[in-house]
């Protein structure tokens, strides 16, 4: 009988760990600026804490940020973890605040980049 080869890893199971965490730590990011609320376990990633820490805060009412118990399971309210992250908002409700203050910004920028370039 052939002994059969068993095929080679492409990572090791720390680089596997590590790119795992890295994509939950994105797909995080990304909702915190898309959703109105997350889970639990989603906030646990930004905030650097376990999932089972997190629920263990929200029992003892210690969560650093505000929480709401939908039925059976807990959603976080984006806005308060942008706050205590201090995280740019971008939600569309947002925008016009922002759009209006980064065309004043860019208006400014842009004179004061016209004013300090000599002309031949």
Do not use: C, W
Request: hydrophobic letters at 40%; aromatic letters at 2%.
């Amino acid at each position: 009988m052939a002994k059969r080869k068993s095929p080679k890893r492409e990572m090791t199971v720390e680089e596997a760990e590590a790119a795992l965490l890295e994509s939950r730590k994105a797909a995080a990011r990304a909702a915190l600026l898309k959703e109105l609320a997350v889970s639990v376990p989603m906030a646990a990633v930004l905030l650097a804490l376990s999932k089972n820490h997190a629920y263990d805060l929200i029992k003892e009412n210690k969560f650093p940020v505000p929480t709401l118990k939908l039925g059976g399971t807990y959603r976080v309210p984006t806005r308060a973890l942008r706050d205590l992250l201090q995280v740019q908002e971008s939600s569309p409700e947002a925008a016009p605040k922002r759009r209006k203050h980064a065309l004043k910004t860019t208006s400014q920028a842009d004179a004061a980049a016209s004013a300090a370039t000599p002309t031949p």
